[in-house]
């Protein structure tokens, strides 16, 4: 039988899955004859992993006490790039960005945001795809939905799912952003994300306009963003713009926190035989080249695209689904990568709204 120390010292070297690391939580032992108790704290939350971690534990006791199990999670607000100001209200922000648009950037948002949620963590998504906003359509806010406005100041984003959102679609008609030009879309997509009162969020997830131009630029090196991820399909065309993305963030020094690789197989709705249309190894081989992650696959699924359609993305219209357990997974995994980047922030100066 172990000793509470020598079980301690064996768990804080368990390796986490989700990023290949020590899980780098802070662990508590206290054990009688009978029982273990083992209390953690991890650095992003995993809610629907806690039987494996359970699981993993018990093997590590290897004897037939108890296990008694408290988990808990902190998420630390991490540096942004060049140290820029932080949002008030928001630990991370995480920009979603692709090389180029229709790859599924907003669905994969929209899902990913949804999944962490789930997982237990505070959530928020701004659109920023300002030429095609569709958080709104695909989180089920009838046309027309607008924020609530607070002391003449501060718009309250509404909530889906437990998801708080805010999108340019919600302050404009349809026809506004077509019209206006680079610096108008930033001062405005600025405006908005400053004046949100955010209400406490681990993660807000900024579902980027497609592409890597001017406005995409402005954006990266405006918003405090503590990470990014790629969505590309398995496609070449798609893989050059996708590294242009990757170029973008490198320039303005946001880290890459990994790639998403969406449409990558198709299932065949007869069979459900698995085929590789665009190749397999795509997202494998850009990742490889920037060392970056691959967080994970989804495939062509008419689910996915029917259910953000109908305004329940497939992380809560049909979570026990396999493409939901892979955004499940992929939240994880981003999680996990974030909380181990070695650049937590203390004192970070606050934009936005203010009481005063
Ligand atoms: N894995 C998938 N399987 C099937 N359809 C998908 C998948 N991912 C996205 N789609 C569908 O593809 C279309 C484009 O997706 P989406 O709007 O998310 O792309 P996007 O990259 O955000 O595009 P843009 O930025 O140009 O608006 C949508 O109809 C969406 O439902």
Known sequence: MLTDAQLQASLETLIDDNSGQPYGAVWRVVADDSRVHVTLTLGYPAQQEHAILEAKIKELMADSRRLELDID???????????????????????????????????????????????????????????????????????????????????????????????????????????????????????????????????????????????????????????????????????????RGIEMFNKVKIPVLGVVENMSTHICSNCGHHEAIFGDEGGASLAKEYNVNVLGKLPLSLAIREQSDAGRPIVVNAPESDAAGIYQSIARKLGATLASQQNVQTAMPIIGMSDD
């Not at 998420?75 to 979603?96: D, F, P, R």
């Not at 349809?174 to 019209?179: H, R, Y």
């Not at 206006?180 to 001062?187: A, D, K």
């Open 73 to 243: 999670y902190q998420v630390k607000s991490h540096a942004t790039q060049g140290n820029i100001a932080g949002l008030k209200g928001v630990k991370n922000v995480i920009a979603v960005a692709s090389g180029k648009g229709g790859v599924g950037k907003s669905t994969t948002t929209v899902n990913l945001a949804l999944a962490m949620a789930k997982e237990g963590a505070r959530v928020g998504i701004l659109d920023a795809d300002i030429y095609g906003p569709s958080q709104g359509m695909m989180l089920g806010f009838a046309e027309g939905t607008r924020p609530q406005v607070r002391e003449d100041k501060f718009f309250v984003p509404p909530s889906a799912f437990g998801v708080q959102v805010m999108s340019m679609a919600f302050l404009t008609t349809k026809d506004t952003p077509v019209a206006w030009r680079g610096p108008m879309v930033t001062g405005a997509l600025m405006q908005i994300l400053t004046q949100t009162d955010w209400d406490n969020l681990d993660y807000l997830f900024i579902d980027m306009p497609p592409g890597t131009g001017d406005i995409q630029l402005t954006l990266a090196q405006k918003v405090p963003v503590a990470g990014s991820v790629i969505v590309t399909t398995p496609q070449d065309i798609a893989l050059l713009d996708a590294r």
